[in-house]
């Protein structure tokens, strides 16, 4: 540990070595590609994406990506679109957070560090005037890991769609960390007030 501070700490090498780190963090706890280095270099370039991370003894251990939107169709797969705007009603703003992505190494899971990754998240939609947030919550056979998280950020469960990722894993050859390739875990749709 004492050794990993004295070197070289990669992470603060370069945005680049950044962005690698937190690409291949997803890539070991989601799925292989989830999000690549490139793609996190475009947010983190970005004023309508926010990726935040949390850094333990120079090596990234959780990271959120969240995003501005204007259109739920942007973000959902085409088969649940009408589902996911008759869930969310009334509350989501025609300019809203997507919170789309968090993830904690394993290990340092369950300390805290998620639900301070979500709510980093919707502070940032806060500063950019936001009013509501969004944010699709992987449910598989244990649950839905990341609705506490959520909850300590405002996000809560407004409904859940069965098989939400199946047709766009099938379709690009992805796989689920639970299912492998044939997916039929579900989506909890969370919503979030960002001015309550
Ligand atoms: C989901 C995930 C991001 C949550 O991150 P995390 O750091 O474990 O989250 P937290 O520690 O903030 O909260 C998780 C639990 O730990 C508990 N916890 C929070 N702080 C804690 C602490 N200091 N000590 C012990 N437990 C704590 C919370 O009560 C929470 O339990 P709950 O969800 O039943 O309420 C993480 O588990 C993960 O990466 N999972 C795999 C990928 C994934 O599912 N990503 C989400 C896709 S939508």
Redesign the pocket.
């Known amino acids: 540990m004492k050794r990993a501070l004295r070197g070289r700490i990669p992470w603060l090498d370069s945005v680049s070595s950044l962005a690698e780190a937190i690409s291949e963090l997803f890539d070991q706890?989601?799925s292989e590609g989830y999000v690549s280095s490139e793609t996190l270099l475009g947010y983190f370039r970005s004023n309508h994406a926010l990726v935040c991370y949390e850094v333990i003894d120079g090596a990234v251990v959780?990271a959120a990506i969240a995003k501005r939107m204007t259109d739920i169709a942007d973000i959902t797969p085409p088969e649940h679109v009408d589902e996911v705007k008759a869930m969310t009603d009334g509350s989501i703003s025609s300019e809203f957070g997507y919170l789309s992505?968090?993830?904690?190494k394993r290990g340092?899971?369950?300390?805290?560090?998620?639900?301070?990754l979500c709510i980093n998240a919707t502070n940032w939609m806060r500063l950019l005037d936001l009013d509501s947030a969004l944010?699709?919550?992987?449910e598989d056979k244990d649950g839905c890991?990341?609705?506490?998280?959520a909850?300590?950020a405002g996000l809560h469960r407004s409904g859940i769609i069965d098989d939400f990722w199946l047709a766009s894993v099938l379709a690009d050859g992805s796989s689920c960390p639970t299912c492998g390739l044939t997916c039929h875990c579900s989506a909890v749709v969370l919503v979030g007030d960002l001015n309550a």
């Open positions: 706890e989601m959780g992505g968090v993830i904690v340092y899971q369950g300390r805290g560090i998620g639900s301070r944010a699709f919550g992987w890991h990341i609705e506490g998280a909850a300590r």
